[in-house]
């Protein structure tokens, strides 16, 4: 089970660091995916970080997020992050995590301009 949490409403420009946590195993043998779906869109890659990478300068990053958004893992605590930093409106939408096969249920960003 993955749970996702620290979406909210930011102003253009702001931050939010996105949470995925993990129950029930161990998802460190697993890669990370974080994917976003705007209002009206189809759900769309933003990150990924393989499985026990612990240097987040290894994620790879769909273009419209490369240089704004980290994605990290702290297996110890089996959670995954995504940090998100000069948001724009372009990046509202529900935002879920996956690892594996398992998909979370998502968690809200809406930037307001």
């Known amino acids: 089970q993955l749970t996702e949490s620290g979406g909210g409403l930011v102003q253009a420009g702001g931050s939010l660091r996105l949470s995925c946590a993990a129950a029930?195993?161990?998802?460190?043998?697993?890669?990370i995916t974080w994917f976003r779906q705007a209002p009206g869109k189809e759900r769309e890659f933003v990150a990924v970080?393989?499985?026990?990478?612990?240097?987040?300068?290894?994620?790879l990053y769909a273009d419209s997020v490369q240089g704004r958004f980290t994605i990290s893992r702290d297996d110890a605590k089996n959670t995954m992050y995504l940090q998100m930093n000069n948001l724009t409106p372009e990046d509202t939408g529900d935002y879920y995590c996956?690892?594996?096969?398992?998909w979370g249920q998502g968690t809200r960003v809406t930037v307001s301009s």
């Open positions: 029930g195993r161990s998802f460190s043998i697993y890669d």
């Open positions: 996956k690892s594996g096969s398992i």
């Open positions: 970080i393989g499985a026990r990478d612990f240097n987040s300068g290894n994620g």
